[in-house]
């Protein structure tokens, strides 16, 4: 069996997720981690068999690799992409695509020119229940979506810094705006507000996102990270009789709740969204499938769209999500 060359750039939490699962893969070979924090670099490549780089460019300037996995903070993305672009190494990148909007148009114009292969880290898509929920929900039948991520902070320095996370809409929020786009089809304008950030950082401590779609739907998103627990992440859609609910408590814990008259339906799944996601991607690679779910234009649009609200509540306007 031929086995894919791959290096991993980030030891993090998600990147820790990553790892696992791709040196589970038989038909995967983790050669290379990189870091800026050396010592973490080391740690994390002794548990795969791989050699430890201190830099993520350098990782891609020496070794010898099949694919890139990005799995970097907000204010990391761009050169990394640019670099993998200019190898023809084809990359998964984890959300957000960048802390900005025109970091990620300048990359998805090159991966256009390329044709490389890329894939997105919006998991959601990989879960069965989310493929449910999508199957039950026409577009063009929406009415209203209403969606939260209600949460604490994250302990990571960089996140409560506008500079280093984009704040919580950009960089936590965007999984629900994701599956709003899913279920409920594009959105033509945003307006939003928000609540100036506390003593720990620029964050705002709460925002709001009223969304119009092009079907004509409404929604609302709401996000905060004052919380000392996750309480409420996940979406609701109502459609004419019925109301689809998806939540999530963990990574691993996902359900989907479907209500009419008659009653209700409820699906729970414990599923590793991650490890699907890389198995997909890897497929690909291997010429075992035509395409991911999530490929970097897709990716694009829900970016834009969590760029346009966080715009919005920033400046106290409408914003139309770039297309």
């Known amino acids: 069996m031929s086995r894919l060359r791959v290096g991993v750039v980030g030891t993090g939490f998600i990147a820790g997720r990553h790892l696992a699962a791709l040196t589970a893969s038989p038909d995967v070979a983790v050669v290379a981690v990189a870091d800026p924090v050396r010592e973490r670099a080391e740690a994390a490549a002794a548990r795969c068999g791989a050699r430890a780089h201190g830099d993520g460019l350098a990782l891609l300037d020496t070794e010898e690799l099949d694919a890139v ?9 761009g050169p990394l992409e640019a670099a993998a672009v200019a190898r023809g190494l084809p990359f998964f990148v984890e959300k957000p695509l960048a802390l900005d909007l025109a970091t990620a148009e300048a990359v998805a114009v090159e991966v256009a020119r390329t044709g490389l292969p890329t894939a997105v880290g919006y998991h959601w898509r990989h879960l069965g229940v989310v493929q449910r929920a999508a199957e039950t929900v026409p577009a063009g039948e929406v009415q209203l979506v209403t969606g939260s991520w209600l949460d604490r902070t994250p302990a990571a320095p960089w996140w409560v810094q506008r500079g280093g996370s984009g704040g919580q809409v950009v960089e936590q929020t965007t999984h629900v705006l994701d599956l709003a786009r899913l279920l409920a089809g594009e959105v033509d304008l945003v307006s939003a507000a928000e609540r ?3 003593a720990d ?10 969304l119009h779609f092009a079907s004509g739907a409404v929604g609302s998103v709401s996000s905060t990270r004052v919380l000392g627990w996750r309480h409420a992440v996940g979406l609701q859609v109502v459609t004419e009789g019925r109301v689809v609910e998806l939540s999530e408590r963990s990574l691993t814990d996902h359900s989907l709740r479907v209500v009419t008259a008659d009653g209700e339906e409820v699906s729970r799944s414990d599923e590793d969204p991650v490890a699907a996601e890389d198995r997909a991607f890897v497929d690909v690679l291997l010429g075992r499938s035509a395409g991911v779910r999530v490929p970097y234009a897709e990716a694009l649009r829900t970016h834009a ?19």
Not at 69 to 77: D, G, I, N
């Open 305 to 323: 769209l969590a760029c346009a609200a966080d715009r919005a509540a920033r400046e106290g306007t409408s914003v139309r999500p770039a297309s």
């Open 201 to 210: 950082g620029e964050v705002p401590t709460a925002a709001v996102a009223l």
């Open 69 to 77: 996995w990005l799995c970097v903070p907000p204010f990391a993305h």
């Open 196 to 198: 100036p950030a506390g």
